[in-house]
């Protein structure tokens, strides 16, 4: 069963940047998708940035412009490279990876002052 691990989260003043690491414990190409999710308190979990096996990307307006999602396959990680953060950015950052099935990361907090 693969695994995802994320990693990168931290606590950085607004207008920085932190890139994310999701690194998969078999091959990335298994997913035909992983996408980064965020969930902030009280609110719902929202896709923020997807990739695709074909390299499709797509980004959630509030993200766009700011957040770049890329992947390494011979490194099974997809990365989450976040510039000029905001405090509303201040989540907890989920990738997912799907095949067959949906593979959840355990997730990694993003705090933001202003």
């Known amino acids: 069963q693969v695994q995802l691990v994320e990693s990168g989260g931290g606590l950085v003043q607004a207008g920085g940047s932190l890139t994310l690491s999701c690194a998969a414990s078999?091959?990335?190409?298994?997913?035909?998708?992983v996408g980064w999710y965020r969930q902030a308190p009280g609110k719902q979990r929202e896709l923020i940035a997807a990739?695709?096996?074909?390299?499709?990307?797509n980004y959630v307006d509030s993200v766009k412009g700011r957040f770049t999602i890329s992947r390494d396959n011979a490194k099974n990680t997809v990365y989450l490279q976040m510039n000029s953060l905001k405090p509303e950015d201040t989540a907890v950052y989920y990738c997912k990876g799907r095949n067959t099935a949906d593979y959840w990361g355990q997730g990694t907090q993003v705090t933001v002052s202003s």
């Open positions: 078999g091959s990335i190409f298994s997913f035909n998708f």
């Open positions: 990739i695709t096996s074909s390299g499709y990307k």
